[in-house]
Nanobody, 124 residues
Framework: QVQLVESGGGLVQAGGSLRLSCAAS????????MGWFRQAPGKERQFVATTSWTGRNTYAADSVKGRFTISRGNAGNTVSLQMNSLSPEDTAVYYC?????????????????WGQGTQVTVSS
């Protein structure tokens, strides 16, 4: 059974940092591109960042560029999102996703597997 499990969410003050992690199990994800999305209440799911299966290629949304960094673990089955300089606008449920072919897409429909999400709340 394929499973993506996020962790690391929580409550943080504006200007603070959080590090989200996603652990993949059930199959070898080392050849999968992986990404992070987020969804705030009443809003559509929004692309945050993605990385290729090697981890050498990354791309982040303009809204988080320079503040958030996506990276993969050495084994390839984990992906992290380091979030710095958080603002209340970053409050959302954050989802980890995996894509079996290609990388770089920002469309949620292009991803094959999803985690259950982890809540990030940034207070002002």
């Amino acid at each position: 059974q394929v499973q993506l499990v996020e962790s690391g969410g929580g409550l943080v003050q504006a200007g603070g940092s959080l590090r989200l992690s996603c652990a993949a199990s059930g199959r070898t994800f080392s050849r999968y591109a992986m990404g992070w999305f987020r969804q705030a209440p009443g809003k559509e799911r929004q692309f945050v960042a993605t990385t290729s299966w090697t981890g050498r290629n990354t791309y982040a949304a303009d809204s988080v560029k320079g503040r958030f960094t996506i990276s993969r673990g050495n084994a390839g089955n984990t992906v992290s999102l380091q979030m710095n300089s958080l603002s209340p606008e970053d409050t959302a449920v954050y989802y980890c996703a995996a894509r079996g072919t290609g990388w770089g897409t920002t469309k949620s429909n292009d991803y094959d597997y999803w985690g259950q999400g982890t809540q990030v709340t940034v207070s002002s």
